[in-house]
């Protein structure tokens, strides 16, 4: 059940990213086809079997897993920046890209290697089950680690979420708002793994659950709005489109 | 409410008897499918009964009331007010009157007079009916009357829209001509619904200059509001497209 999440998501990623190549030849809107391909390796890595065979090239010292703290952080970035200024979220933009943004990027990440660097992180193992079973101190650090890893994250979609819900009431076309009521729920999700240290153990599952349909809603919201986009540019441009 | 296909089938009967559903669409204009769609959902819509009644000569609106939840329809019809009828005059009609009273040579040339009324309905023909019989309660009756939401009996005002089972709800709760609102949303046309003809050009006649203006001031009024508000959503989907398309 959760693998086949963790890969149908995978898959939508990879084919939302590859959708997006057209645009990329275009140079129109390129960084959506980069954050989308930063997310697709990312969940790849976040994958048991493509973890291990990574994190083996790289030491197999779990660098892989900081490394995609860092595709995550980066992937997310650029994605809600887009999204804050397409749904003319200036207030977004500004909590993302302004001082404060800037601060809590900085000041997470530090948390975030200075966790990653006092660990004994020998022997490759996704979500660092096993650095954490070692001893006390590296479980305590791969706890804060996971906090911070999960920290920008909520940050920057909390920041987002305002504009979202916006949008959903706004006299938007249809589709619009379903594609902003699905970034929402992703927007909500994401913040909500915050409180992953409360669930009980025997519940571990959810984790995964909140984590993946988050992604999903990010995927198909931002899939959503092309297919609008194109039919759109359908109605109201017929001519160039025909012309090649 | 569409109406009942067992009731309609008896109607069509007693319309004509030897017609096939194919021969009825033909005649009335209903595409084949569509009619065929309908009855084996067992929803008729209205727009159905009216297309076959205009096939066979039979007055719509005398069709419809031959429906048991448009009874009333079928009897004598009252007058429409001068407020009904002026809200069923184009906004365009009326600059055109305002132009033409204040000069009179001026516009078409060579004396060949105003152009007539275009028929019913026009771009805000629902709204402007509603609001020409509203006693300020109006909807509030129609909302407990039918049970339908003010927000999605507004929605509909908005959009120019009115479902005919609204449109005689709303008549009948004004205690107005059960058929106006049936004109107002482009079901049936004024003579359908028994309006003496030129019956709203008498009335926009017999409006002076004032009240002709300030009519068509609210109607700009109300036009550019929504224009405005149409082209502030058409930019914010544009923002989108650009930043995410």
New interface residues.
């Given amino acids: 059940m959760i693998e086949m999440l963790q890969w149908t998501t995978l898959i939508a990623s990879g084919a939302a990213a590859l959708s997006r190549i057209p645009n990329l030849v275009r140079r129109?809107?390129r960084s959506?086809f980069y954050a989308l391909a930063l997310l697709t390796l990312a969940i790849l890595l976040s994958i048991d079997g493509p973890y291990l065979a990574i994190d083996a090239l790289l030491g197999g010292a779990n660098v892989a897993n900081l490394l995609l703290r860092f595709i995550i952080f980066g992937a997310i970035f650029f994605l809600a920046l887009?999204?804050a200024?397409?749904?003319?979220d200036s207030r977004g933009i500004q909590l993302i890209r302004g001082r404060t943004g800037m601060l809590a990027l900085g000041l997470i990440s530090t948390v975030l290697v200075v966790c990653f660097v006092l660990m004994d992180t020998s022997g490759s193992s996704a979500g660092l089950v096993h650095v954490a079973a070692k001893n006390q101190q590296n479980a305590l650090l791969v706890e804060y680690y996971g906090a911070a890893g999960r920290a920008y994250p909520a940050y920057v979609c909390l920041a987002i979420l305002p504009g979202m819900l916006r949008a959903i009431r706004?006299?938007?076309?249809a589709l619009?708002r379903m594609s902003a009521a699905l970034l929402a729920v992703g927007s909500i999700a994401i913040p909500l793994s915050l409180l992953f240290p409360l669930v009980p153990p025997g519940l571990g599952f959810l984790r995964f659950i909140v984590n993946y349909t988050a992604i999903l809603c990010f995927v198909v919201g931002?899939a959503l709005?092309?297919v609008a986009?194109g039919r759109?540019?359908r109605k109201h441009r017929p001519l160039p489109a025909e012309r090649h | 409410m569409p109406l009942p296909a067992k009731a309609f089938q008896r109607w069509l009967h007693g319309v004509a008897p030897d017609a096939s559903v194919a021969d009825v669409a033909r005649a009335s204009g209903v595409k084949r499918t569509t009619l065929a769609q309908q009855l084996v959902r067992g929803k008729v819509a209205e727009a159905t009964v009216v297309g076959i009644s205009r096939a066979f000569n039979i007055n719509p609106v005398a069709a419809l009331g031959s429906f048991e939840p448009y009874r009333d329809l079928g009897k004598p019809p009252i007058p429409p007010t001068l407020q009904e009828l002026v809200s069923q005059i184009a906004t365009a009609d009326l600059l055109h009157a305002i132009i033409s009273r204040t000069e009179p040579d001026a516009g078409t040339g060579k004396g060949t007079g105003p152009p007539g009324l275009s028929a019913p309905p026009h771009a805000t023909s629902v709204k402007n009916w509603v609001d020409a019989i509203d006693d300020g309660e109006l909807r509030h009756r129609v909302s407990t009357a039918t049970g339908v939401a003010p927000q999605n009996y507004s929605a509909q005002l908005t959009a120019n829209r009115l479902a005919p089972e609204l449109a005689v709800a709303t008549s009948r709760a004004a205690g107005v001509g059960l058929a106006s609102g049936l004109v107002a949303a482009g079901l049936v046309t004024e003579a359908e619904a028994g309006w003496p003809p030129g019956a709203r050009q008498a009335a926009l006649d017999s409006m002076t200059d004032g009240e002709l203006t300030v009519l068509a001031g609210e109607r700009l009024q109300a036009l550019g509001k929504t224009l405005r508000r149409q082209e502030h959503d058409q930019r914010q989907t544009e923002t989108i497209w650009e930043n995410l398309g």
């Fill in positions: 129109k809107n959506i887009r999204i200024a397409g749904f003319g706004s006299p938007l076309p619009l931002l709005i092309w986009s759109a540019g």
